[in-house]
């Protein structure tokens, strides 16, 4: 979806049209722009952004207040769209998801014609405007959907896989953030193929693990699959305060209550957590996470009690504090949680 | 080959080929039958790879000869016809089934290509043993629906058969909950242990049914033997051989808790009925159902935070502190429909160690079924 949540507000408020909009938080209160209209963008506004910054580049800018329900229902519209030609939906987020349309259920042989049904099924429902990007595998098919925004069709035929690699740079992928792009720039890496002729050894240093997925990539490979409802490997939540907090049992409530929100989605979801993370940034932006590890749970006393027991590792109360945050993370289901203790051998 | 059998005898043997022969169709001749006319009768083999079944029917055999043949089409084919003589005939590359005013054609694979298979343990030290019949289909349908089918632990699908002098055991697990089956056994006469005090095995999912299979019709008992790779059960002349599976059983003893020390005795029928209902509102993924319990009651609840929650209370003997448990309502079903005793025991030591349950009153075996319960 193009600027989903400026244009869903574009939408229910006819005077926003044409105007330069940032949803977020107010920037005396420390905001972040979770989405820029075009009109916003145009100026250099964009998402993760601080709003006083964005403010500094825009001052015409029209700061919305964030309404996440009517964001989840536009939402919802149009993944029912999308599955009403494949069950193969593998969402990304709340606007963008992969489609499996190899085999679709409107008949299609053509991906370009999905795409250009779903771009208008998409404005007839919502009267809101998508992207799509078709192509081969998932890797072309999201630089292809960002290619060309808004309202944009970008479509990689088999034949055109090369020619398009050709252009790419390498941090036109997804997980080549700038810091591994300068790293491999240095070391005369510029455009996506040069990975193809670059030293084994040379890449591996450069980026690690991440060397055979890029080797792959650069040769337009990408096998995975279209994989729907994949599993949720964390929740939490975060909040940054309007101004520094100093006071501890302040912390510790916060934290009290984050961890019991997690512990609510534990419930609805049915799952244990093995881990509770904490998440701390400073005034000065530094930035620390804290993990615990345990056996399976999803008590509110003892996840809640471990939280806070984690403060104590961090300068929490002797430093201000900026963000606060709290995740669970390693899963199990408690269907999966009731294994016979058979011993080492077979605990796997 | 030419021969003519009668529709009955023909029927009763194919019908029971028809869960053997390879159903993904991944190797064409795997789907067929074996058929080898000699003497005054004629022989079937056929076989997945893994499970393998040797049987034969009375004919009148003009020429010997064998073929090959799609078993499911032969049986479906055989089954329409009229009681009466069949007459089978081979045919420049294929077979000609006729009966009465029917005539037909179907295509035949060639002889060569039907896998061999070994129909004894080949050496003359093998164990082998005389298997009462009664009891192993007992042990069998108290075990067979504990085993997953689709584990990666490959040996958890199948179970392990312990063979003793005096007793034999048939045991199943998918690593959740655990099914032991023990039966005492005298040795005959023609037993050898090939020089093992226990003969293990751990036998496939698909051997335990098609062994059920056989064990529904006739008397005889069964006369087993263990190979160096393959199992052979024969039934009153109709020989089962399976492949056995390769691989550590994990440690059963060590699941099966001594120290439960509450006990409840349950009417099996209410606490059938009240699990059923109550796991209707349980949670569809987990299919918890807690048991709390304390003197004199037992309250069977569940909750799903989709659906509802719903609780049936059964009255029950017991004295003690109060306690609750969460089982897999599923799990708990399925000892309750494979037992037939009036009375089942549940013991329990706490709300995170194994739970046994148990018929009150069985006769002639000894059944042990442990659940792990949930963390809930």
């Known amino acids: 979806m193009d600027a989903f949540y400026a244009s869903v507000e574009q939408r229910d408020t006819p005077s926003l049209r044409g105007q330069p909009v940032a949803v977020g938080g107010q920037p005396d209160k420390r905001g972040v722009v979770a989405a820029a209209s075009y009109e916003a963008r145009a100026f250099g506004v964009h998402s ?72 208008a099924r998409i404005r007839a429902e919502t009267q809101l405007t998508a992207s799509a990007g078709v192509a081969p595998n998932k890797f072309l098919a999201k630089i292809a959907s960002g290619w060309k925004k808004p309202d944009g069709l970008t479509v990689i035929s088999p034949e055109r896989v090369e020619p398009f690699l050709q252009q790419l740079p390498v941090d ?171 011993g080492e051998r077979n605990a796997e | 080959m030419e021969l003519v059998v009668r529709k009955n005898d023909l029927l009763r043997e194919l019908q029971l080929f028809q869960g053997i022969v390879e159903r993904k169709n991944t190797i064409p001749i795997l789907a067929n039958v074996l058929m080898e006319a000699k003497g005054d009768e004629v022989r079937f083999l056929a076989t997945d790879l893994e499970v393998g079944l040797r049987s034969q029917c009375a004919a ?28 089978i005939a081979e045919d420049k590359g294929g077979v000609k089934v006729a009966a009465d005013r ?54 958890l ?14 045991v199943a697990t998918d690593g959740h909950r655990l099914a032991l089956v023990t039966v005492a056994r005298g040795g005959g006469a023609a037993e050898r242990g090939g020089g093992e005090d226990e ?62 020390d509450k006990k409840i005795e349950f009417e099996r029928d209410r606490l059938t009925s009240a699990v059923k209902r109550v796991a209707l509102l349980s949670n569809e993924r987990s299919r918890a159902v807690k048991f709390q319990i304390e003197n004199g009651r037992v309250d069977v609840t569940s909750s799903s935070p989709d659906l509802g929650e719903a609780k049936e209370t059964l009255p029950i003997e017991f004295t003690g502190s109060p306690m609750q448990i969460c089982f897999n309502a599923q799990y708990v079903l399925d000892f309750l429909s494979a037992v037939s005793t009036d009375v089942v025991s549940l013991e329990l030591k706490d709300e995170v160690s194994q739970a046994v349950m148990k018929p009150v009153g ?8 442990v659940i792990m319960p949930m963390r809930v």
């Open chain 1, 48 to 119: 993760a952004m601080s709003m006083v910054k964005a403010v500094r580049l825009c001052p015409s800018l029209v700061i919305v207040p964030p309404d996440f329900s009517r964001y989840k229902a536009a939402s919802n519209a149009v993944f029912s769209i999308f599955r009403e030609v494949t069950p193969l939906v593998e969402p990304l987020s709340l606007d963008e998801a992969y489609l499996d349309v190899t085999e679709n259920l409107w008949g299609e042989t053509l991906g370009t014609a999905v795409a250009k049904r779903l771009k």
């Open chain 2, 199 to 260: 003969v293990k095995a751990i036998l496939p999912k698909k051997t335990l049914g098609e062994l059920s299979r056989l064990l529904q019709e006739g008397d005889a008992d069964i006369q087993y033997e263990r190979g160096e790779n393959h199992l052979f059960f024969d039934v009153g002349g109709r020989l089962l051989i399976s492949r056995m599976i390769d691989g550590q059983f994990p440690a059963y003893e060590r699941v099966i808790p001594k120290g439960n």
């Open chain 2, 60 to 87: 009148a055999v003009a020429k010997g000869g064998a073929l090959t043949l799609p078993a499911k089409k032969f049986y479906e084919i055989v089954k329409s016809l009229p009681e009466t003589d069949i007459r």
């Open chain 2, 157 to 170: 699908n199948g179970a392990l058969f312990v063979l003793r002098p005096d007793e034999m055991s048939l």
């Open chain 1, 172 to 342: 036109a992928l997804w997980g080549v953030g700038p810091v591994t792009a300068k790293k491999l720039r240095a070391r005369g890496i510029d455009r996506l193929v040069d990975v193809r002729s670059a030293d084994v050894e040379t890449l591996r240093d450069t980026v690690g693990s991440l060397a055979d997925w890029l080797r792959q990539l650069a040769n337009g490979v990408d096998d995975r699959p279209v994989v729907p409802n994949r599993e949720v490997k964390s929740s939490g939540s975060e909040n940054t305060y309007p101004a520094d907090l100093t006071d501890l049992d302040t912390i510790r409530a916060e934290i009290a209550e984050m961890a019991a929100h997690a512990i609510s989605w534990l419930a609805r979801k049915e799952l244990l957590a093995r881990t509770v993370t904490i998440k701390v940034r400073y005034s000065d932006f530094t930035t620390i996470t804290r993990s615990h590890s345990a056996a399976p749970s999803r008590d509110e006393t003892d996840l809640t009690a471990r939280a806070v027991r984690l403060l104590e590792k961090t300068d929490a109360g002797r430093r201000p504090v900026r963000l606060l945050g709290v995740s669970v993370h390693n899963f199990c289901s408690a269907a999966d949680d009731d294994r016979l203790p058979f």
């Open chain 2, 362 to 369: 069985a006769e002639g075996y000894d059944y042990t079924y």
């Open chain 2, 102 to 155: 029917f005539d037909s054609r179907m295509q035949t694979l060639p002889r060569e290509d039907f896998p061999t298979l070994p129909e004894h343990a080949g050496t003359s030290g093998a164990p082998r043993a005389t298997l009462p019949r009664a009891a192993v289909k007992e042990m069998v349908a108290k075990t067979a629906f504990a085993i997953t089918g689709e584990d990666t632990r490959y040996f």
